[in-house]
């Protein structure tokens, strides 16, 4: 008995994973130990044909951001923390510059829009997790 609940539980789990696959499966695709890949070419596509910012465009930007950010050669340990800031601020204003839309634009829409952009990232658990793992 107890075989057969585990058995449908997890063809349950398995269900509700396939169901859930969307649109977003050309922007991550988990790999085989489980670690999230982003494909950063086609979430840079899809802010550069972007008419305007929506929830999901802001995040796309947050990635980008992210794994320019990333990119940079901050060694923490053989720069002051000041250069630290200089190095972060100038990769911000550069990264800011190579996008369509503005520092500005992306702020105040984030801003205006928390709920909405909390939204999409609660449901597409994938960019959530490149979000918030720290590197």
Do not use: W
């Not at 169901?19 to 086609?42: L, P, Q, R």
């Not at 984030?110 to 959530?128: R, T, V």
Request: glycine share 2%.
């Amino acid at each position: 008995m107890n075989k057969i609940i585990l058995l449908l539980l997890i063809l349950i789990c398995m269900l509700f994973s396939a169901c859930k696959k969307s649109a977003d499966s050309d922007v991550s695709d988990a790999g085989e130990n489980g670690a999230v890949s982003i494909n950063f070419e086609t979430i840079k596509k899809a802010v550069d044909s972007a008419p305007q910012l929506n929830p999901e465009i802001a995040v796309y930007i947050s990635i980008l951001h992210k794994n320019y950010i990333n990119n940079l050669s901050i060694d923490p340990n053989s720069t002051t923390e000041e250069a630290q800031m200089k190095l972060y601020d100038d990769g911000r204003k550069q990264f800011f510059a190579s996008i369509k839309f503005t520092e500005k634009e992306y702020d105040d829409y984030f801003n205006a829009n928390m709920g909405d952009i909390n939204d999409y990232i609660q449901s597409h658990p994938d960019l959530m997790d490149f979000l918030t793992i720290l590197k």
